[in-house]
């Protein structure tokens, strides 16, 4: 009788558990639908303690053929994202991609900026605006800093990415994304890294306002600004647009530019290459003197050249300081600071 009751209590046992392995158990992953990508999507790398490719992708797009970057200028394409971990970012590229994942060329990109909202842009002293570090137009091409230096990046810190894109051909284009990919070195596997400021250096800095260019037109523009803190500039990098002549960088009382990128333009002035500047040793810049951003568009089309962008993404190494960090970032935690704080 004993084991009549116990083989019958087995066998309960075992027909409940078959009833909840089918149905509420883990799914047979072989066998699951794969969920399509959201509209717009983000693809990390998972944690790494060397260096880390984070990707993320924009999209999609429809562009017209002929399509200006105006269309979207008023409402690019947009993330907000964060990282997982404190990071050091050391460089950013970026692409244009078909439906496919098919690489298209380099002049959809009109303008793509990344901003961080935790931390204040300090060249717009009119309102507090999120500050740009990373941004490049078409001519850009990818930024590198320079080595064993990198922007930090907290895990709380609230980044966006905006991009515009246009469209200088005359075929249409669906589902178009823009990608960029982020290099990251993990703070807690870092050591002896040099913190850089951002700058972002345009003629207006609070609202990032295109310069118009009338038809035939040849125009300067030029935008003082006060360095905020002491660094090296060890990098910089010019953006421009097609019609763009030069963008240069000079400090008050100095003779020649600090930085000066001279665009080489095609036979119908289309931006072929355009320099950039990256001197481990650095340039000295000190708080409170002045420094100058210079742009020359010279439109020989009878076009409104009206969405050019003059521009420098400028990085300033941070000098070693023993001060203690404060609570909340600000632009002038350093690179020791920060790690000082993570291995607290």
Known sequence: MKLSIIYWSLFAIHFFLSACSNQGGVPNVSSSPVEEPAPISAITSPPST?????????????????????????????INFQTDEPLWIVSFETAVEDADGGELPNKFLHLAMLTNRSEANPLCTEKETANPFFAATAATGNIKLPENSGYAVLKDDELDAEVVLKNPTAQEFDDVYFKFTLTAVPMMAARNFQDVMPLFLEIDPCNHAPI????????????????????LLTAAYGLLQDYGVEVSLSAKDQPTPVFEAKAELSSDHKIISLPSFEDPAGIPLFAGDEISLNVAYDNRSEQWHDGATGAIMAYVT????????????????????????LLK
Request: aromatic residues 6%; proline residues 8%.
């Open 50 to 78: 060397t260096l880390q490719k984070l990707t993320y992708k924009i999209g999609p797009f429809s562009l017209k053929a002929g399509q200006n970057a105006q269309t979207m200028w008023e409402s690019p394409g947009s």
């Open 318 to 341: 941070r000098p070693e300081r023993d001060a203690k960090p404060a609570t909340k970032k600000e632009t002038a935690i350093t690179a020791n600071n920060v790690q000082k704080m």
């Open 212 to 231: 118009i260019v009338a038809p035939k037109e040849f125009v300067k523009k030029s935008s003082t600004f006060t360095v905020p803190e002491d660094g």
